[in-house]
């Protein structure tokens, strides 16, 4: 009877996860659909136009400016990232190894604010400093990103490393291969699952993010036309203009939620798949 | 089976959410408390007036909320807040809240220190925020492309601006958008290109303000009407405010009141309702 009890207990803690995704999804469908219906979904998509005091909510700049700005988050902390992972497992030494897990760690407890600050007062004068343009670009929201990401991509990738049975290495060495050929040969390739999936979670969290990407990328409402162009994501989006916004406008921002959360759950069963398939 | 557990799930969650919600109005409605919501343009000088405001009534506590001008109205109506506030006229659509003039406010044309450019005229203003005008040389300094900035749609600043000065223009979807006076004041002090609007109570020596149709920003010519980016910060309230909220209107409204607010950098009123 008891044993039954805990059972149930344990069932319910896990289907309240459940039902709390349902809900939310449920909420924002609800919320944002108006505004969609009402623009109509391919104006609503691909419309370039984002107006609210006139009804005009074409959210395409964001769309497009969310991608750009994850993908070049992506180019530079996914690299930096597993080589960080690589060199932590197979060729620091136990006492950098330490200071470097611990580091990374700290690196993960900074808040995104003071990122976005950081990025606000260091990165964005260097690259209108030297690069030109207003500072506030694409660029300055990767940089800022790269950095917030690099704690999910490190972390994950060294456990998928780790997990690896140390014959493979032992085998490769013994084949004759020099440690590098070895980890570039077996441990990378063998790993590659969990590195995926490391670097999908960290694609999440840049996709996600909202505050620091507010403070450096300017928010322009226009597509942006290059690395040093202002951009706007979708998050900042909704944040910047939800405290004012109400009625179809309030509505519109829903509908960017609804957006975003198909485009994260999009690209997350491409990735789930993707790693299936390199698995077998 | 399933069923069962989905009804006890959503039974613990409405528990949970009324908890909740319980605990927030508790925490809200201290006997002695105001609470006023809304523009963040006008947050800060309430926020000087509520310091001054206990050391009169130590017994009020006076909570100041930011959230922007429509947010304010739709605090007042939800409940959320006794006060609202304003930096803009009401909407019509907004014709179940009341507003109360306390001050009035220039919106400043502010560029880089550095930047020679001294006055610019209401049109050519408009022209540089629809994108028609892009570079400096247009304004005769040099060759170099405007780093425009505006405020996020919504914001009272960003409305009053786009009233005053765009009048039915579009703004240009290229420029920059920060979402305070401060990260506009601080985007244009540090570069040389930039140009922005931002509250004229909030100009400091990190940035010029430009004159507008050849008058000078400042407390006189705001007040006398000459010049031209003057918009009113209210009161938003429903029906009649409750005698807590009416007395802390009525030492804004007061001798005292406006005094802080003159000192501040806005222009002071005399009380009347402004519809």
Redo the contacts between chains.
């Keep these: 009877m008891h044993e039954r009890r805990i059972e149930r207990l344990l069932t319910c803690a896990a289907l309240s996860s459940i039902a709390i995704l349902a809900l939310i999804i449920l909420f924002i469908f609800k919320e944002g659909i108006g505004a969609v219906r009402h623009t109509g979904v391919l104006n609503f998509l691909v419309g370039s136009r984002w107006s609210p005091s006139r009804e005009v909510f074409g959210i395409f700049p964001m769309i497009v400016g969310s991608l750009w700005v994850t993908v070049g988050a992506l180019l530079l902390g996914a690299p930096l990232g597993i080589l960080c992972a690589v060199f932590l497992s197979e060729f620091a030494p136990p006492k950098i190894a330490n200071l470097a897990r611990v580091s990374v760690q700290m690196l993960a407890a900074i808040p995104s604010v003071v990122y976005g600050f950081i990025g606000l007062v260091v990165v964005v004068p260097l690259i209108r400093e030297y690069l030109g343009g207003p500072g506030f670009s694409v660029m300055a929201s990767s940089i800022v990103l790269a950095t917030m990401i690099l704690p999910t991509v490190i972390s994950i990738s060294l456990d998928a490393i780790e997990a690896l049975p140390s014959s493979y290495k032992e085998g490769a060495i013994a084949l004759g291969a020099t440690k590098w050929q070895a980890v570039a040969m077996v441990i990378l390739p063998s790993a590659r699952s969990g590195i995926l999936a490391a670097v999908i979670l960290g694609m999440g969290r840049a996709l996600g993010e909202t505050m620091a990407v507010i403070m450096v990328a300017g928010n322009a409402l226009s597509v942006p036309t290059g690395a040093l162009a202002p951009v706007r994501t979708l998050t900042s989006g909704i944040a910047l203009e939800m405290g004012y916004a109400t009625g179809l406008h309030r509505q519109a921002l829903f509908g960017m939620g609804i957006v975003l959360l198909l485009l994260i759950l999009g690209l997350n069963l491409i990735a789930s798949s993707v790693g299936r398939g390199v698995r077998r | 089976m399933l069923a069962k557990?989905?009804v006890?799930?959503?039974m613990?969650?409405a528990v949970a959410c009324s908890l909740c919600v319980l605990g927030c109005t508790v925490e809200r409605r201290g006997e002695h408390s105001i609470t006023v919501a809304g523009s963040t343009s006008v947050q800060p000088f309430i926020e000087v007036l509520a310091e001054e405001y206990a050391k009169e009534r130590p017994d009020v506590t006076v909570n100041v909320q930011?959230?922007?001008?429509?947010?304010g109205v739709?605090a007042v109506l939800t409940g959320a807040a006794e006060l609202g506030m304003s930096s803009r006229a009401l909407k019509p659509s907004e014709s179940a809240v009341r507003g109360i003039l306390m001050a009035q406010d220039a919106i400043a044309v502010v560029v880089h220190p550095g930047n020679p450019v001294l006055e610019v005229d209401t049109v050519t203003l408009r022209k540089i925020y629809t994108g028609e005008i892009t570079s400096w040389q247009q304004l005769g300094w040099l060759d170099r492309?405007i780093?425009v900035i505006a405020r996020?749609?919504?914001?009272g600043t960003r409305g009053a601006f786009?009233e005053m000065v765009m009048e039915d223009a579009?703004v240009w979807?290229?420029?920059?958008?920060?979402?305070s006076n401060g990260?506009v004041r601080?985007?244009v002090a540090?570069?040389r290109f930039?140009i922005g609007y931002i509250s004229l109570g909030l100009v400091n020596a990190s940035i010029r303000a430009l004159s507008i149709d050849g008058v000078d920003p400042c407390f006189e010519s705001a007040s006398s009407g000459e010049y031209p980016l003057v918009r009113p910060f209210l009161f938003v309230v429903k029906d009649e405010p409750e005698a807590l909220a009416k007395e802390f209107i009525d030492f804004v409204l007061g001798e005292h009141g406006q005094a802080i607010l003159a000192e501040e950098g806005l222009i002071p009123v005399n009380a009347r309702t402004a519809n």
């Design positions: 557990v989905l006890r799930i959503l613990l969650l930011g959230g922007g001008s429509s947010a739709r492309r780093t996020e749609e919504g914001s786009d579009e979807p290229g420029c920059l958008v920060q979402d990260s601080e985007t540090h570069d930039a």
